[in-house]
């Protein structure tokens, strides 16, 4: 199984708040892991980071897909 | 500084690959985090998934935001 | 009317349940379509998939957009 | 293997474009198909969609995610 | 023409960045607009926003559809 | 305060509706901006859109990230 995505984590569920279309899932992630984010060349020149800079990485829950293997 | 997102995480930058128009940024996630997925009932009830389970979390790079505080 | 977006289906709309603030509209797909996956590099060698592959294509019921003409 | 998404098609690549960063796969969808839209109840009043109607479902291309099984 | 989206604004081309396989499209909003975001309940109580606020609006390029109608 | 975005609005909160799980927040914008899309070459080709052209700016409300500095 393999996913065309650069962000692929394990995590265990904590939480389930079901609503009457939509539903939230809180998850904990243990393990250390390996994120990605691609944006325009613009924006990677307006941030002026580096490596070994430590940045806040922010998604929308409605953008992250949960799978069960 | 609050961001309107469930998922909010501290990373450290690897890599920095640089394209024409787009570019792709590496990060180390070091510490446990909390996540967060928002999806339909249907999903949900498809996916039939409850607390405790071992869930693969996949997000796309393109919708993964890099904020430098 | 031209769309900057790969992915331009028509389809009937089957069902629609409603909620307080979101609304889910389930539609049917009948005649062939070409879709189109834009993914980095990186994923692309990790999927090692080439012209003549069978793959799946997941997309969240939030990035899809309905538009009447 | 279950996806919390409500769109899950399957398609054959037809077409591979290699960038420096990012690649495009164009993909064949043959059978019939059901998919799903989700969005807020005044989009759909604004709609003023209904059960019957044909309706264009428009996705960008980065936010269709490629699996092989 | 009627679209499933709470954000539609009126643009003017000032720019266009050709890649390789993507592009980036710049663009001056005159007028007034009005815009949305849909965020779960726990982000909104989060942000402890209220009527009047200011905030800052963010939303990456790649999901920024144009139409040309 | 850099965010790797390249659609960076200031809005005021005009409406707030509330669900279970979801809420939408309606906002006023009232100066000038400028915004960004980033799209396939293909897409591009096809809206054969160039510099001066108006076009329509469509975001789902799902995609919008709203911060309070």
């Known amino acids: 199984m ?3 995505a650069r962000n692929q984590l394990t995590g ?3 939480g389930i708040k079901k609503g009457d ?3 939230q899932v809180t998850l904990n992630i243990d393990a250390p892991a390996i ?5 325009t060349m613009e924006s990677l020149n307006d941030l ?3 490596e070994g800079d430590s940045v806040k ?5 409605v953008n992250v897909l949960l799978v069960k293997e």
């Open 2 to 4: 393999k996913y065309g």
């Open 12 to 14: 265990k569920i904590t």
């Open 21 to 23: 279309v939509m539903c």
């Open 35 to 39: 994120m990605n984010s691609v944006m």
């Open 48 to 50: 002026a980071i580096k």
């Open 57 to 61: 990485i922010v998604a929308k829950a």
